[in-house]
């Protein structure tokens, strides 16, 4: 199982990105993706997630969504802000939604979001 991540840069406070979780070796549409970060000297946390039957959380700023055909998860954060600036991960499960970090199997290498001010 290989999940690439990608999208990442430097976006100015109030602009929009959308990162994308290219996965491989796996039956995609069967397992459920979340979308985590890190910032620096802090625990990673939850961000959004999507279950494999289409089920989705996520925050007001940010949306979670899929292309089965492409084996592709998607984040879009808009609005952002400075302290959206982290390493954000892809992750995925077998098994229903969580928010717990340790809970996902698979993870991607990352992709940093930088939001200046």
């Known amino acids: 199982v290989q999940l690439q991540a990608s999208g990442g840069g430097l976006v100015q406070a109030g602009g929009s990105v959308r990162l994308s979780c290219a996965a491989s070796g796996l039956t995609f549409n069967r397992y459920t993706w979340g979308w985590f970060r890190q910032a620096p000297g802090k625990e990673r946390e939850f961000v959004a997630g999507i279950s494999w039957s289409g089920i989705t959380w996520h925050g007001s700023r940010v949306t979670i969504s899929r292309d089965d055909a492409k084996n592709t998860v998607y984040l879009q954060m808009n609005s952002l802000k400075p302290e959206d600036t982290a390493v954000y991960y892809c992750a995925m499960r077998d098994s229903v939604l969580s ?7 698979h993870w991607g290498q990352g992709t940093l979001v930088t939001v200046s001010s």
């Open 99 to 105: 928010r717990l970090p340790s809970d996902y199997d």
